[in-house]
Each structure stands twice: as C-alpha cells, then as structure tokens.
C-alpha cells in the first residue's frame, strides 16, 4: 500500500504560480511511477505529468513549458510547480503512483488514469482571470 498527501492548492490570478506537494507513504519503493492528474467540474480526469524513478518524465501538451514535476526521493515527495497559471488550468489535482507498465523488461509511466492504482484525496487549485 502506498499512501499520498497533496497540499499547496490554492487560489492565484491569471499569471501567477503555485507549487503543489505531495508526500509518499507505506511501501513506497513499489511506486516506481508518479503522476499529476487533474478533474475540472463536469470533465474527465487528465494527465498533467509523470515521472519515473529513473528521471523521465512527461507533460501533457497543454502545460509544457509552464509545468514542472520533480521528486525528492530521500523525502518521498512529489512537487509540481506551475507557472504562467491560465484560467483553464482551474481543477482538483490529483497525485497518483504505480509500478509501471512493463513490456519485457522496460518500464513504462503512462498518462493514463487507468495505470495508477494510488491515489491522494486531491488538492484544489482556482485560476482567476
């Protein structure tokens, strides 16, 4: 079992930053993939950006450039820090980790919801224009 913690939503105007935390537990050396999710009212939940334990990482087209995930693996936490906040970037954002999807024995993080079994309560974050 692994357990996550957002914190650091917030409510900023059109322009500004925030950076979101999320703090691992439990058997994290299983959760070799983390993400970012997140759901705005009345639509589907969507990858924001990945990483893998071995540094690679994607974005989701809307937020490259603006968005940055990184991890502190001696402090089991997840940080995405976001600039250049737009109104649509208004939602609950998720945390979420897995092992992976493997094909042989490469190691794949998808941008899917579907691929992560874990999951944080959510943090919400509210761009005004």
């Known amino acids: 079992q692994v357990q996550l913690v957002e914190s650091g939503g917030g409510s900023v105007q059109s322009g500004g930053s925030l950076r979101l935390s999320c703090a691992a537990s439990?058997?994290?050396?299983?959760?070799?993939?983390m993400a970012w999710f997140r759901q705005a009212p009345g639509k589907a939940r969507e990858a924001v950006a990945v990483i893998d334990s071995d540094g690679s990482i994607g974005y989701a087209d809307s937020v490259k450039g603006r968005f940055t995930i990184s991890q502190d693996s001696a402090k089991n936490t997840l940080y995405l820090q976001m600039n250049s906040l737009k109104p649509e970037d208004t939602a609950t954002y998720y945390c979420?980790?897995?092992?992976?999807?493997?094909?042989?024995?490469?190691?794949?993080?998808?941008?899917?919801?579907?691929?992560?079994?874990?999951w944080g309560q959510g943090t919400q974050v509210t761009v005004s224009s």
């Open positions: 439990g058997y994290t050396y299983s959760a070799s993939c």
């Open positions: 979420a980790a897995d092992r992976g999807y493997y094909s042989g024995d490469r190691r794949y993080c998808l941008m899917v919801r579907g691929a992560y079994g874990y």
